[in-house]
């Protein structure tokens, strides 16, 4: 089995993750198997209690692990599956040392970070490569080198490396190069310094992924490699992607990263075979039409909030030959300024997740909008809740019906607490999350999409509509097209009278990948390219 160490230098926001799951691509495609992990620095036992501006987005896998969102690229650049394995904490290594130490496994020794804590993250690098059998693990350190929590997840890289020896582990460093708009120039200090920092540390990358804004010329890949003491090829030029984050995988190959890192691990593979990725690329640079969708949410002037939600959405116009220009909308501006003025000439309306109150009234004005005009609407989870509340009010008129979540005592709870989580406490990790089986009603939009009839999605939530209101809903053609197999849990919605209005307790968006675009992001954009054509007739 091959290792390979992915790190970080300079500043925070790198791309590391786009880095090491490129380079997934890169090697899968090589006919290798390819698996990624994800070690965080931080003390949380996982990023579920996080909110998205200390995080981002959390990323929720098939086991229910609430994760990094890195692990989101690692899905859809590969076809490795993870599992709470993949996504390693410092919270969770110190949670395990200290259990065994209360068990007396450690009895009569100083449990210390070295050798207790960095024992117990080598374990866990050797644990994925035997659960998954993959050729080649592709472990990632989050943080920024010379940071003092990173330190034992450096230190046991370090020694890992030294025990499997040189040909079977590589140190990858991404790294930044700034362009300094008053000297006219790139400059290379920050990257010497951060690589003489892990040199300090015993660790000696032999490849520098250096990120930047201008290419870099000859002289300045010899200036880095001669600093930095990393052969000249190991100077990877990663450029600001001019059109969509898939076009890293080609822009690593072009720079023969592959091809060194296959030498440098003695793994004796064909070139890469990465015509399929090229064609979605062409669909994504230059598509036959072009959408406009807004996302209605409460954290969108921050990118990584609702990151697999707007990957799904280019996935579902890449299923289409869609190129779709996304209007991140904040729903108490709707609050202010009212739906129409803000949502009109939109092709599509999307509401994402979330928590809380803020912003519920503008994302119920919007989706009154979306189903009064005609606009395709695509709800997830929340958004789900949201569609529910504005029927129960507009439709059924059950004044000021809403979620428990937000009115405890109101006098129509359409949404309510899930009956499993009427005694839980704790609130990490304790969701109703994962994939979980969800049938689909014959004859609705939603089993015509998927084509199928039981399908698997993932979730994340303590909430769900609350049956006591089933017939009134459906006596109004509201329609429950997914329900668990038991017939319990209202599981997808969507209305008859309207070109695309669908909504889903789970959260879609994770399982799409570029080359295989969910469904419900392929039909949403679908609809979304009808209504243009309709409007513009
Ligand atoms: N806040 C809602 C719940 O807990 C929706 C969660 C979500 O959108 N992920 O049920």
């Known amino acids: 089995m091959k290792y390979i160490f992915v790190t970080g230098g300079v500043v925070s926001s790198l791309g590391k993750g786009l880095t090491a799951a490129s380079l997934g691509t890169l090697l899968e495609n090589r006919g290798l198997k390819v698996t990624l992990q994800k070690f965080d620095p931080y003390l949380n036992v996982d990023p579920g209690t996080m909110n998205p501006y200390q995080h981002g987005e959390v990323y929720v896998l098939n086991d229910g692990a609430e994760t990094d969102l890195d692990l989101g690229h690692y899905e859809r650049f590969t076809k490795s599956s993870l599992s709470r394995f993949n996504n390693l904490t410092s919270g969770q290594v110190y949670q395990t040392v200290l259990d065994k130490e209360r068990r007396g496994e450690y009895l009569g020794k100083t449990v210390q970070v070295i050798p207790h804590v960095t024992d117990e993250i080598q374990k866990r690098i050797l644990e994925i490569g035997e659960r998954t059998q993959a050729d080649v693990v592709i472990t990632e350190i989050g943080g920024t080198t010379g940071d003092i929590e990173g330190l034992p997840f450096l230190e046991a890289i370090r020694e890992f490396a030294l025990d499997v020896g040189p040909s079977n582990a590589i140190f990858v460093h991404v790294t930044y190069v700034p362009f300094i708009k008053a000297a006219g120039e790139l400059k290379t200090k920050p990257t010497q310094q951060s690589v003489a920092k892990l040199r300090e540390i015993g660790i000696a990358p032999q490849i520098l992924v250096c990120r930047c804004e201008q290419p870099l010329n000859k002289e300045l890949r010899q200036k880095i490699s001669l600093f930095c003491n990393v052969p000249y090829e190991g100077v990877i030029e990663e450029k600001d992607v001019d059109h969509s984050i898939y076009e890293v995988p080609l822009m690593l190959q072009r720079e023969r990263m592959d091809e060194l890192v296959c030498r440098l691990l003695h793994l004796d593979t064909q070139g890469p075979e990465m015509s399929v990725w090229q064609d979605i690329l062409r669909k994504l640079i230059a598509p036959q039409h072009q959408v406009r969708i807004?996302?209605?949410?409460?954290?969108?002037?921050?990118?990584?909030?609702?990151?697999?939600?707007?990957?799904?959405?280019?996935?579902?116009?890449?299923?289409?030959?869609?190129?779709?220009?996304?209007?991140?909308?904040?729903a108490e501006e709707i609050e202010k300024v009212g739906a129409e003025k803000i949502l009109k000439g939109l092709c599509g309306i999307l509401v994402p997740g979330g928590f809380g109150e803020r912003g519920i009234e503008g994302k119920v004005l919007a989706a009154q909008y979306a189903r009064e005009q005609n606009v395709p609407y695509l709800g997830l989870c929340l958004g789900m809740h949201i569609a529910t509340i504005e029927f129960a009010r507009n439709v059924l008129g059950l004044a000021k019906a809403d979620s428990t979540e937000f009115q405890p005592d109101t006098a129509f709870p359409?949404?309510?607490?899930?009956?499993?989580?009427?005694?839980?406490?704790?609130?990490?990790?304790?969701?109703?999350?994962?994939?979980?089986?969800?049938?689909?009603?014959?004859?609705?939009?939603?089993?015509?999409?998927?084509?199928?009839?039981?399908?698997?999605?993932?979730?994340?939530?303590?909430?769900?509509?609350?049956?006591?209101?089933?017939?009134?809903?459906?006596?109004?053609?509201?329609?429950?097209?997914?329900?668990?197999?038991?017939?319990?849990?209202?599981?997808?919605?969507?209305?008859?009278?309207?070109?695309?209005y669908m909504a889903s307790q789970f959260h879609p968006e994770f399982q799409s990948k570029p080359n295989a675009p969910h469904?419900?992001?392929?039909?949403?954009?679908?609809?979304?390219?009808?209504?243009?054509?309709?409007?513009t007739r």
């Open 414 to 500: 359409v949404i309510a607490l899930l009956d499993e989580q009427k005694n839980v406490i704790n609130k990490g990790g304790t969701m109703r999350l994962g994939a979980q089986a969800c049938q689909l009603k014959v004859g609705t939009k939603a089993a015509h999409l998927y084509g199928a009839f039981l399908v698997h999605e993932r979730h994340r939530h303590r909430y769900e509509f609350n049956n006591a209101f089933r017939e009134q809903f459906e006596a109004a053609d509201f329609i429950f097209s997914g329900t668990s197999p038991d017939g319990k849990l209202m599981e997808l919605i969507e209305l008859n009278n309207h070109p695309f």
């Open 294 to 330: 807004g996302v209605v949410g409460k954290y969108v002037g921050l990118n990584d909030a609702y990151k697999s939600v707007f990957e799904a959405i280019s996935h579902g116009g890449v299923a289409n030959d869609c190129g779709v220009q996304i209007e991140k909308v904040d």
């Open 519 to 535: 469904p419900l992001f392929r039909g949403f954009i679908a609809a979304a390219l009808i209504h243009l054509h309709q409007q």
